[in-house]
């Protein structure tokens, strides 16, 4: 029997977003008791007095009893086996600051579609070096997830990934529910570097959307970006695309391009449409996790930038004040 986790082991979620609040939603299903950190006053309140979080997925309805509210991380952590991170990646540090109770007994799992802005680390890298986790101790969510749809129940495929298959599934009996149905895989790198490369290219196609290009170009954008994500998760693989499941990688790129819910989507058709980049960040009201993923770009891999025209694309429009029509512009001839 596995001593750090077993069905029995009681759940945390440390961040209040919208992520956060539906994935709370669904362990409430489950769960008899769920752990929450939430450190905003006023979201706190709402959750106490009215049973909802007034700043994200406003009208999804919790029974209160099956939550343990705290703004004390060390609370929430110290009473918990299995400890779900869903806040933006640039602010975990943040959310982790106060943190005294070790992780080394606990399952983490990785909600976060990001990477740690000041370190150029992918989060589950983040947390087995600083926390000393080993990889069997985390667990990454990855697929199309968008919170809006899962927070309202509507069937939703969701991919585990954790180098002990028996843990993911535990997780994943954790989130079961009539909507969600589960996938597991080994296989982390590959699945967390996909869910955070497939953002970068959700800018570029809000982009072209915003600039008023057509379905014609943007299929072809898309296309591209598929074979150029691949080729930066294994570029011994582009051309033997079978090795990798369409519903773990190509499901989770195709809903952040094309889904109104994407904030990277959105993001990049504000810049399209002639807004700064800066004026653009400013009105988003949620973090998009591919400004800063795509900051990481040159670091990655310097010898394949020449190979990368669309995140490159990315890199210079977000980062380099490139003027973003004329990067598209010169981005329309690399494009097969």
């Not at 703004?71 to 009473?79: H, K, L, Q, S």
């Not at 028996?166 to 989130?175: D, F, P, W």
């Not at 790129?253 to 989507?265: A, K, P």
């Not at 190979?307 to 429009?317: D, F, H, K, S």
């Amino acid at each position: 029997m596995d001593t750090l986790i077993q069905n029995t082991s009681r759940c945390a979620v440390i961040g209040h977003g919208s992520w956060a609040t539906a994935l709370v939603k669904v362990l409430t299903m489950n769960e008899p008791s769920v752990g929450w950190f939430v450190h905003t006053p006023e979201v706190l309140e709402s959750l106490r007095t009215e049973g909802r979080n007034c700043r994200y997925l406003a009208d999804v309805e919790f029974d209160m009893s099956r939550i343990k509210l705290s703004d004390d991380v060390n609370e929430t952590v110290a009473n918990a086996d299995i400890i779900f991170l869903v806040t933006p990646a640039a602010y975990l540090k943040g959310y982790l600051s106060d943190l005294k109770v070790s992780l080394k007994d606990k399952m983490v799992v990785s909600s976060i579609k990001g990477i740690i802005p000041e370190e150029n680390q992918f989060v589950t890298d983040y947390l087995k070096q600083h926390y000393g986790l080993s990889g069997g101790q985390v667990c990454f969510i990855g697929g199309p997830t968008h919170a809006e749809e899962v927070g309202h129940g509507r069937l939703t495929y969701m991919t585990l990934a954790c180098s002990i298959p028996s843990r993911a599934r535990i997780v994943g009996e954790k989130l079961k529910t009539p909507f969600l149905r589960m996938n597991y895989v080994r296989n982390m790198r590959y699945l967390e570097r996909s869910a955070v490369l497939k953002n970068i290219y959700a800018v570029m196609v809000g982009m072209a959307v915003g600039m008023g290009y057509g379905d014609n170009f943007i299929s072809v954008l898309v296309s591209n970006c598929i074979k150029e994500m691949y080729f930066l998760l294994d570029p011994q693989s582009v051309n033997d695309l079978t090795k990798f499941d369409p519903s773990n990688f190509f499901g989770d790129l195709l809903v952040s391009c094309y889904s109104s819910h994407s904030r990277n989507r959105q993001l990049g058709m504000l810049i399209g449409r002639g807004n700064t980049v800066k004026t653009a960040l400013n009105e988003m009201t949620m973090v998009a996790e591919g400004y800063f993923a795509s900051a990481m770009l040159p670091f990655l891999s310097k010898e394949q930038q020449a190979q990368l025209p669309i995140a490159m694309t990315a890199y210079q429009v977000l980062h380099q004040d490139k003027q973003a029509r004329k990067a598209m512009k010169e981005l329309e001839s690399l494009l097969l």
